[in-house]
């Protein structure tokens, strides 16, 4: 039998059911590998050990009284943008960082309903903003990959947690591919649904219109199983949509014949690396083999993601953020003057400089005589973006390709070019804008670092992405590779 910390949580679902093995033992061996390797790697912010080693306790108690839940006594951890009842909940921030929610948000309750244990909160880029896990207020997340290179972001803790063995499954959020391309470069799986699929309640909100929480596993089935618990409508989110909630594991192993893949050309440009490219084309070829049509397609306005994206996203965080002023909640400046300077000392001491700039840039595209010219100008082009994809699964099923232009890139290697940075999400904002569920499976490696096949799908697609990448999967071993520190 695999060790412990090597197993998925549908492997450790079979486990505890057969009593190979209890949730006690499993919690206590993944909390032992958390206190060594995370001194490396800064993945958590917070460790729940003792409320983990409760809720597994609990949860073998109602194993034995047969009323376990789908998910009793398995372990994950959550990225710290979610609102977690009397535990630490900061967002990477200062403005936050002795902040402790009164609440849970809907997807921690939904989970820890159905049995599954919290080992701990993950490190995160500040309020979601960044691609790289560096512009957290707790320091960067290492790759466990290669420890001076990047695991991504905004869900870099979340992502190298499950890298490195430290928790099966991990929730994160995605705004224009936070999920997806940290998932890419550590080799794990990443999905983000459809948007308004599963609740936002309880999520410390970025952009709103563009905000999903999702998950980070090891497997395409391991993501299927917490989807199913996470989605559905939530009244208390007036942008969870009501739509029904298939069962998102019961299609994984259906063929792949008759599958239309939709290759996006603009995707293999000269912006995409040609190893990274070559590795991508290689899995296509495998889906072909096993019974998809592979079919090229034009999103002619797609290469006008990025700056559509980085409008929208940072006017709606400036609304959002104005909320942190210092006076009801977070980080206030000390024996402030007047209202105006708490106002200013608060914000200006507890935002770092990224967070800064898209307060400042989204104020800007707001602010009167540029909102025509800037905002409004994004959300008709983000229309014209959304149209190319609803053209296009009238011919295809599934559109594909690179999840990021490129393997993992060095810590410090682009925070002095905020621009460069945001082109490592040039493949994933394009979902996000037209409210897309996309999928990060990986498929190989360049240069020792994992990349990944990007799979996105029309609204409600969720069921289809999960069977295509679990195809894959089966076809491939590169998401069972596990670094070899870490192993």
């Known amino acids: 039998m695999a060790e412990l910390h090597e197993q998925t949580l549908i492997e450790l679902a079979a486990g505890l059911e057969r009593g190979d093995f209890t949730s006690v033992e499993v919690t206590e061996a993944l909390l032992a590998r958390v206190e060594v390797h995370d001194q490396t790697l800064n ?30 006594g398995l372990p994950l951890v959550h990225k710290d943008i979610f609102c977690t009842r009397d535990v630490l909940t900061t967002c990477g921030s200062r403005m936050l960082e002795n902040f402790v929610s009164p609440y849970d948000a809907t997807i921690v309750e939904r989970l820890a309903a159905a049995g599954a244990v919290v080992l701990g909160k993950t490190n995160m880029d500040e309020f979601a903003m960044g691609s790289s896990n560096e512009t957290s207020y707790f320091g960067p997340v290492k790759n466990p990959w290669h420890l001076e290179c990047s695991p991504g972001g905004s869900s870099g803790g979340s992502a190298a947690a499950v890298a490195a063995r430290m928790a099966p499954a991990a929730t994160g959020t995605d705004t224009g591919g936070s999920i997806r391309q940290p998932a890419a470069l550590t080799g794990t799986v990443g999905l983000k649904p459809t948007y308004g699929r599963v609740s936002r309640y309880g ?28 989605a559905g409508f939530d009244e208390r989110d007036s942008t969870c949509i009501d739509h029904p909630v298939p069962d ?8 792949l014949d008759g599958l239309r893949v939709g290759v996006v050309k603009q995707h293999f440009d000269e912006g995409l690396d040609e190893q990274t490219g070559a590795a991508v084309r290689e899995a296509l070829s495998v889906l072909e083999a096993n019974g998809a049509t592979l079919l ?20 709606e965080c ?50 009167a005589g540029y909102y025509d010219a800037y905002y409004l100008k994004a959300q008709q082009v983000r229309q014209l973006i959304a149209d190319d994809f609803r053209q296009a699964f009238e011919k295809v099923d599934v559109i594909a390709g690179p999840t990021a232009p490129t393997p993992a890139f ?7 070019d905020p621009i460069t940075m945001y082109l490592n999400d040039i493949y994933t904002i394009g979902a996000n804008l037209a409210g897309l569920p996309g999928i990060s499976t990986p498929c190989g490696f360049v240069g020792g670092l994992p990349v990944g096949l990007h799979l996105v799908g029309p609204h409600w697609g ?6 295509c990448a679990h195809n894959y999967e089966q076809l491939s071993t590169w998401h069972k590779a596990c670094p070899g520190d870490f192993q």
């Open 43 to 72: 993945a958590f912010v917070t460790v729940t050990g003792e409320q983990a080693l409760a809720a597994a306790r609990a949860a073998d108690e109602a194993r034995a009284a047969g009323n376990a839940g789908i998910l009793n």
């Open 203 to 230: 999520m410390i909100a970025f952009a709103s219109s563009l905000d999903q929480a999702g998950v980070i596993t090891r497997s395409s089935a391991d993501a299927a199983l917490l989807l199913g618990v996470m």
């Open 248 to 255: 998102y594991t019961a299609a994984l192993s259906q063929s």
């Open 296 to 315: 090229e397609v034009d999103l002619p306005n797609i290469d006008l993601s990025v700056p559509t994206y980085y409008v929208v996203a940072p006017a």
């Open 318 to 367: 400036s609304s959002n953020l104005s909320r942190f002023d210092g006076v009801r909640f977070g980080h206030r400046a000390e024996d402030p003057e007047d209202l105006f300077d708490l106002y200013c000392r608060s914000r200006g001491e507890g935002f770092g400089a990224e967070v800064k700039r898209r307060i400042m840039t989204g104020t800007y595209a707001l602010s």
């Open 410 to 416: 060095r810590l410090g290697d682009k925070t002095d």
């Open 462 to 467: 969720e069921e289809l992405l999960l069977r």
